[in-house]
């Protein structure tokens, strides 16, 4: 299994301040024929689904902020957000869709207010 | 645009089997892959595994002796078993779409599209 170790844990950080989340695999991500790392960054807030904000490792998804972005090649990734807002606050997940099964997750950033 | 709809017992016994249903709207099984994840309360995302709508499935290794999952193209949708269920099993499942595959190649996706969730309980 290629496992996905986040840090930190969770962090807190003031409104309109920088947000920054580390995502490290244990394997490359990184495949050569297509120039591609299969990683894709996720939000998630109570009581809904994960929702896709980043994939190939620093695509943004439509409708998404651009204050979020995603950077990293091989097994070091990170998600950064540039100006914190309220309703960033949520837990984020990287995940890995190079080599299944299975697909895995990093255990989650939580990132509250300060 | 997709949509994901899923439904399934809420409440099951020790030793029962979890079953799970997601119907998609908006576009048809087609070439993707369809998962099952869930999410223990309070923890992580767990990814259970995968079929496509001819049936092809990828599970993950550690509950692979007790998934079974499939497919009715008729109806656009996919369904989870899981047997002998214990309290362990007690997370948030959720549908969603993965990658899409031809005759000769897996191409993998992240997981744009998910449904919006299922909390199945496991409580004698």
């Known amino acids: 299994d290629i496992v996905m170790t986040q840090s930190p844990d969770s962090l807190a950080v003031s409104l309109g301040e920088r947000a920054t989340i580390n995502c490290k695999s244990s394997q490359s991500l990184f495949y050569n024929s297509n120039n591609k790392n299969y990683l894709a960054w996720y939000q998630q807030k109570p009581g809904q689904p994960p929702k896709l904000l980043i994939y190939w490792a620093s695509i943004r998804e439509s409708g998404v902020p651009d204050r979020f972005s995603g950077s990293g090649s091989g097994t070091d990734f990170t998600l950064t957000i540039s100006s914190l807002q309220a309703e960033d606050v949520a837990v984020y997940y990287c995940?890995?869709?190079?080599?299944?099964?299975?697909?895995?997750f990093g255990q989650g950033t939580e990132v509250e207010i300060k | 645009q997709v949509q994901l709809q899923q439904w399934g017992a809420g409440l099951l016994k020790p030793s029962e089997t979890l079953s799970l249903t997601c119907a998609v709207f908006g576009g048809s099984l087609g070439d993707h892959y369809w998962s099952w994840i869930r999410q223990p309360p309070g923890k992580g995302l767990e990814w259970i595994g995968e079929i496509n709508h001819s049936g092809s499935t990828s599970y993950s290794p550690s509950l692979k002796s007790r998934v079974t999952m499939s497919v009715d193209t008729s109806k656009n949708q996919f369904s989870l078993k899981l047997t002998s269920v214990t309290a362990a099993d007690t997370a948030v499942y959720f549908c969603a779409r993965g990658g899409t595959s031809d005759s000769s190649n897996f191409y993998p996706e992240y997981f744009r599209h998910w449904g919006q969730g299922t909390l199945v309980t496991v409580s004698s």
């Open positions: 995940q890995q869709y190079y080599s299944r099964p299975p697909w895995t």
